[in-house]
C-alpha cells in the first residue's frame, strides 16, 4: 500500500503547525517564487514546464492549466488578474478546504508564480463563505508573506509587484462557476456570464483574467521545482501528477487522500478501510455529484484518471469520490442530488431554473410513494431538455445523474412507482 | 467594453456618507474597498453586507440595506439582488445563532436525516424558523464542503463534525 510517497498539495502535513511560513521554509517552500524574483526567467519557459506536466483543473473541468495561462497575452496594456476558485461546494469534495487550512503558503507561492507568469500584479481568493476557518488561515498566511517581503510591490528591488487579497462568498454553488464567481467579485447577484468572450479575452472588470483552482494552483510551486516531467511521471500520459481524492460516503475512514493518477479505485478504497460495515460495494459516484454514477462492480475494475473515468461513461471531476454500500436507497439519493441542483441553480436559463424544479419535485413525490407510470419519461425527458440548453454547465450537472441512476437503477425507481405508499414504509 | 463590466453608480452626499453605520464599521467596509480598483466601490458589497449584517445581531433591514447603497454609492435595487441571491444573508429577524444542517449527499449517507428530524423535534423548529425562545434560527444547509466529516453541522463560524443528535445538543446548550 502506497502511504504518502510522494506528495503536491499536502506536503506539509507531517510538519508541527503546518500553515505556518516557517513550516513552508522548512520544506524548500517559496524557493520558486525567490528564484523567479532574482532570475526573472521567461514565463514561455515556466508555462512550458506546466504544459509538460499534463496537470488538468483540479476544480473539475480538467482543461488544462498550462494551456489556459498560454492564452494570456502578456504583451497586451494594461491590468491583467489572476483569480484562485476556493469555492469548494461540489457535495462530496473537501479536499480544497484542508489546502486553505493546512498548506496556505503554497497556495498563495502558486497565485504569485501564476500572476507572473500571466503578466497579473491583482490576485483574489474567492473564499466560500462558510469557510470562517480556512479563511482566517489564508489571510493570516498572506499577512505573513507581507511581512517577510515576499508580496506587495517591487518585491525584494525585484521590479515584480504582487498584491493578494481575499473575497469571501455567501453561499452560492455557483459562483464556483468561473464567471459567476467574476460576476461576485464585482459585487453582483452570481450569474454565469455567456462565454465567448472568455475570461482571458474579458474576465474580471473587463480585463484579462485567469481563473484556477486551488488545487491547481498549489500544485504549481511542486511543478517548477521537481519539473513538469517529474509531476508527468507520478501519472500517466495527459493526466500528470499527483490528486487529491476526497473519498466519502459509506466508508469505514473517510478522509482526503493524495495519490498518483491513475490508481486503481480498489486501492483507494482499501486506504480509506474499505466499505462501511464491511458491506458490498453497491455504486460510486466517481467525480462529485455531478458525475454520472458506476454501479460498484464496474467501479472496482477502474483506474482514478481523466481518460479511464471518461471512457467507463463518467468522469474525474473534482474528484470526489462518493462511495455507496449494498442497501442504500438509488431513489432517495437522486431525489438529494435533484434537490440540490434545484436549490442552488441561480436562476438565469428557465430550461434549468424549471426544469431542476421538475427533476426535484418529481422525484420526492416517487421517493413519498406517490409516483406515476410516466414519471420515469417525464424525468427523462425533463433532463433532456435541460442538457445543453444553458448558459453554464449547471443544468448539465443536475441532468447527468438522472440520466445515469435511470440507467442503472432503474428498477428501483419501478418498484417505488409500483408499490406506492407500501414502499415508503 | 459591456454592460456587465460597468460599476453601478449613485453618488452620494459626502456629509451623509461619512456619518453612516459607525466608524468602526465604517473603517472596516473601507478596508475591503480598498482591494478593489477606485471605480469599483461595488465590489465590496458582499463584505459590507456580511459585516453589518454581523452588527445588527445576524440579519439585515431595507433601511440597512439601503445605508450600504448610500455608503457603496450604488443604486439600493443593486444591493437588494445581492443580499437576496446568496444564502448567508438573512432577511428576517434571526436568533442569537444559526444552527446550519447540510443536507447534501455525503452527509445524507451518513445521518443528517436523524439530525435534521432530531432538530425539529426536539427544539419545535422547521427549517427557515427561529426557536420559540429565540436561541437559535435553524437551516437546513446545502454541501458545507467538509464531507470527510459529514454529518456536518455550522454553528455562527463553527463547524462540528461527525455529530450524532446527542452531540450536537451538547453543542447547542453550550451557546448562550
Redesign the interface.
Known sequence: MVERQNSVCFRTLHLDQPWRLDSYRSIGGYGQWERILQERPDPADLIEQLKLSALRGRGGAGFPTGLKWSFMLRSAPG?RYIVCNSD???????K??DILRYNPHQLIEGMAIAGYCIGATVG?NYI??????PTERFEAAVQEAYAAGLLGKDIGGSGIDFDL?V???????ICGEETALL????????QP?YKPPFPAQ?GL??RPTTINNTESLASVPVILEKGGQWFLDQGLPNNGGLKVF?????VEK???LEVPLGTPFRELLAQCGGVKGGKKLKAV?PGG?STPVVPGDQMMELNMDYDSLAKAGSMLGSG?V?V?AEG?DMV??LA??A??YA??S?GQCTPCREGTGWLSRVLHRILKGQGRREDLDLLDDAANRIMGRTICALGDAAAMPVRSFLKHYRHEFERYIAQGERCVS | ??L????QTLPTDPAVRENLFNPEIRAAIDRHIA???PE?K??????A??LVQEWNGGWLTIELMNEVAAY?E?PPI?VY??AS?????DLKPTGRHKV?VC????C???GSEALIEHVKKRYQVAPGETTADGKFTFKE??????????PVV?ID???GENLTPEALDRWIEELD
Not at chain 2, 42 to 47: I, L, R
Not at chain 2, 141 to 150: D, K, N, Q, T, Y
Open positions: 491590468q469548494e461546494g461540489e457535495p462530496g469534495t473537501c480544497d478546504r483574489y466560500r463563505g462558510e469557510f470562517f476557518e487579497y473575497h469571501n462568498g455567501a453561499g452560492a454553488y460576476e461576485s467579485i464585482e459585487g453582483k447577484k452570481g456570464r474579458s472588470y473587463g476526497s473519498v466519502t460516503g459509506h473517510p478522509r482526503n459516484i455529484s470526489a462518493i455507496m442504500t432517495k439519493v438529494n442530488l434537490h440540490f436549490a442552488e441561480c | 467594453m459591456s456587465k463590466s460597468t460599476p482591494k478593489y480598483p469599483w461595488q465590489s465590496a458589497v458582499m463584505p453586507l456580511t457603496l450604488m443593486a439582488e445581492v441571491f446568496y444564502g448567508m444573508y446550519c443536507n447534501s449527499i455525503s445524507l449517507l451518513n444547509v446545502e454541501c458545507l464542503g467538509a464531507c470527510r466529516h459529514a455550522l463560524k463553527t463547524y
